[in-house]
Structures are given as C-alpha cells and as structure tokens.
C-alpha cells in the first residue's frame, strides 16, 4: 500500500488574509495587527500538528481605495506606514508578504514601477484586464500594463521587479498566491490556504513505480491519477480538521484551499512528475496529456472548498527543472500557452529578451488573454524582459524565489 501521510511532503506555501483598508490610516494598525496576528495564532497550531507554514500573506482591496495615489511621493509614503506596520506586527519571525490589490486605471498602473522599485516584496500589485461585450480584450489597459512592464524592467536589479507585478485575465479575488492576488471589500474578511506539494506527488508516483508495471496505458495514467488524488485528499482534509478545531478568535472566514502544486526552487520539481508520468522532458511528446491529468488531479479535490487557480502551475524561473529545460531548449513560449489551455497559469515568471517590442509583449498578453476567458479559466501574464539579454542569455537573478535560467525568445 502506498503511503502519502508523511506531513512533511505537503508544505503549507501560505496561509493569505484578505481584509479591506480605508483612507483613515489610524485604523490601519489595527487591521494589520488582526490580520498578522490571526495568521500567526493558525501557523503556531499548524506546526502543532506537524505542518511547515512557509509565508504569511495580507491582502488588500485596491489601493486606490486607501493610498492617496495623487503622486509616487504620496503612495509611497502610505506604503512607508504600512510597512512598518506589516514589518512590527511580525512576532513569530516566519515571512510576511503583502499585496496591495489590483491597479484599477492608467493613471494606479503609472504609479507600480516605482513602488515596487522602492518596496518590492511589500508592494506585490496585479492588473485585471477585462473584456468587452463581443468578448474583446481592452488593449488600452493591456497598452499601460506593457508599460509598466517595460519600466520596471528598466529600474529594478535585472528586471526582476516583475516578480511583484502580474496581469491577470478572467482571475477571480481570493487567489491566495501573488501576486495576482487581490481582494474585494465587498467580501468581508477572509483568509485562504495555499499548498506547496510537489514533493508529495512525486514521493507518491515514485512509490507507484515499485509496485508490479502496468504496461497499459490508460490503466496506468488512471492509477497515477488516484494515487495523487488520494494523498492530496489526505492532506487537505488533515489541514481543514486543523482548521475546523481551531479556537482562535478572528473575525477571518475560512473561503477554502487552493490545490494547486505551486513548486518553488527549493522543493521537487514539476518536471520530476512529468518524467515519473512517462513524459521524457517537460516539451516532450506526452506533455499536454500529463498537464491534463494533473490538472484534473488538483481539481477532483471535494473534501475542501477550493478556490483560488486550484490547477497546475508552471512558474519558469521558480522550477529548477523548468529553468533547466530552458537551457536545454526543450520547450518554447509557445508550448507553455499550449499547456495553458488544459491547464494553467500562463505566462509565468518568464524572461524575454530586453529589447522585445512594446507590441509583442501586448501580443503575448492579448493571445493569453484571449485563451482564458474562451475556456473560462484563470491565465496570467508574468514576463521579465531582461535589460541587455538576448535568447539564450543566461539571467542573473539575485534572492531567495528565483532560479537562473536561460532568456526565451518571443517569436
């Protein structure tokens, strides 16, 4: 019998508040101080029970709603206060990032490149982009966001502000990942769980392969499927008994978990399940399929509510093994939006060439955003145009999420 109780193979990736400001900043402690201090409660009573919570995150509603974005000066110096406010109410040493929700018009994207330039990590920032009644994108907003790309590409180390900076297209509030992350006031105080699993999935595959081969294939992709469904149910449902038994005294509302893999450099690699699926390479003939189940797997999950992407995630330059696919050429731009559509996330975390054209990266988001609201489903657009690289250029990204990997061209 295969075993997937091993609580150290399913990481807790973040536990997000969501929570609403207002232009009076006197309450801004307070809200800040609940938010952190519920999360620290929860994370102590997970770790009680054996699971790793890697990161808190805190949310807000959009931050024209609480900033005085009259001027960069004036932003930041909001984002000054609320950073030192996130910076003092974290009592318990585990990481605290914070969003401050979507830029709603050109005027809150202008402003992004310098506050991220300034606050990074603290001022992770998303841009829904919408479309019209014949299912036309607005490429106005997708033309601000292209420059707000371009520009942050420019004055941050490397171009790697973009880490903080997402285009979202037919996302949903409540993503708990940044930071297409973003909240509604509407919807009260919240909070979502995220999962890093990837580690699990490939413990459970490999302990498949030691029993007896079955040589057809559909039976043997049927049973992956199960035993990954089995372990991630296992897992989700220990994590909302945690929850359910909680008597932590919060005004946040439990709105579910996101199932989604969510890989990091310093865990198993999605590339490592694709090969233990029988896929060679992650490009390779067998790709689309395996994206498919996997996909499915982190669907099937119906002991929890999920919310969230709850779907597989390709983040480039946050794999080992993706990034080491790049170097190898073993997969293009083109075939990460061919998995999108049976899977997820986009375009994430990929570095493009310094000097791609305004309107080709409109193009890339256009294509990507057209993808997502045909086939219903959550795609965003995460490009680090890289000052000075060409394709085939290797990055040279500094700290702790990132992975060095080979720029990708565009066309």
Not at 236 to 262: E, K, R, V
């Amino acid at each position: 019998m295969i075993q997937y109780t091993d609580k150290s193979l399913c990481k807790i990736r973040t536990i997000t508040t969501f929570l609403s400001l207002s232009k009076v900043q006197s309450s801004w402690k307070h809200r800040i101080a609940d938010a952190a201090n519920f999360c620290q409660q929860l994370t102590a009573q997970f770790k009680q029970s054996g699971y790793q919570v890697q990161s808190i995150r805190i949310v807000t509603n959009p931050f024209g709603e609480y900033l005085n974005t009259q001027s960069v000066q004036t932003a930041s110096a909001d984002l000054a206060l609320l950073n030192s406010l996130v910076q003092t109410s974290n009592q318990c040493g585990t990481r605290i990032r914070f969003a401050i929700g979507e830029a709603k018009n050109a005027h809150e994207i202008s402003l992004l490149p310098e506050l991220i330039q300034k606050f990074s990590d603290l001022c992770n920032a998303c841009i829904n982009i919408p479309i019209d009644e014949n299912a036309i994108l607005d490429n106005h907003l997708i033309e601000h966001a292209v420059a707000t790309v371009q520009k942050t590409s420019q004055i941050t180390a490397n171009g790697q502000g973009n880490f903080n900076l997402t285009v979202n297209f037919n996302c949903q509030p409540q993503i708990p990942y940044f930071p297409a992350s973003y909240h509604l006031s509407e919807l009260g105080d919240r909070y979502v769980i995220g999962l890093e699993t990837p580690d699990l999935l490939v413990n459970v595959l490999q302990a498949l392969q030691q029993q007896p081969h079955i040589s057809n294939h559909q039976a043997r992709m049927q049973r992956c499927f199960q035993v990954m469904h089995n372990a991630l149910k296992h897992h989700t449902q220990q994590i909302s008994n945690i929850i359910d038994a909680s008597d932590i005294n919060s005004t946040f509302y439990f709105a579910g978990i996101d199932s989604s893999a969510a890989p990091s450099k310093d865990c198993a690699s999605m590339v490592d399940i694709y090969r233990l699926l029988g896929v060679a390479y992650f490009g390779a003939p067998g790709t689309t399929e395996a994206s498919a189940l996997l996909t499915r797997v982190f669907k099937s999950i119906d002991n929890v509510p999920l919310i969230g992407f709850s779907g597989l995630m390709l983040a480039v330059t946050e794999d080992t093994g993706l990034a080491l696919g790049t170097i190898n050429q073993q997969f293009d731009i083109r075939t990460l939006l061919t998995n999108s559509a049976v899977c997820g996330i986009g375009l994430d975390t990929v570095p493009i060439p310094g000097d791609t054209s305004a309107e080709d990266i409109a193009a890339l988001m256009r294509d990507t955003g057209t993808m997502a609201y045909r086939l219903n489903k959550p795609l965003t657009v995460r490009l680090f145009p890289v000052p000075g690289l060409k394709a085939g250029d290797m990055t040279q990204f500094s700290g702790d999420d990132l992975c060095n990997c080979a720029v990708m061209a565009v066309s």
